[in-house]
């Protein structure tokens, strides 16, 4: 257990699960302790995102494919998986200010 301490996941750390008490800070993100990836969820899209029209302008940035359901982008070192409703997992970070950065290059603010 003594490895659980030094985690950086407040969760794991500290046992502190802010979520669960109703908190919710939608855009900011939250690690996914031990997948090495970010959940973005942003608050309610007026719309769902247009895909085909996002991977038109992504084509040229990065590996884009996707299906009605989602949207996946891989810019290497990471790969972002948006789903209609614009929320999204950022892989091959845990910094969730890096994954911000990247939701916002890539899917916008």
Known sequence: MEHLRSNPCS??????FPYLEGVRHASEGTALCGRNAVQIAQPEAARPLNFRSLARKLASLADVTYNEHLL????EPFEITVFKNGRAIVKGTEDTGRARSLYAKYIGA
């Not at 969760?11 to 502190?16: A, H, N, V």
């Not at 996946?72 to 810019?75: W, Y």
């Open 72 to 75: 996946n982008i891989r810019a």
């Open 11 to 16: 969760g794991c750390r500290d046992g502190i």
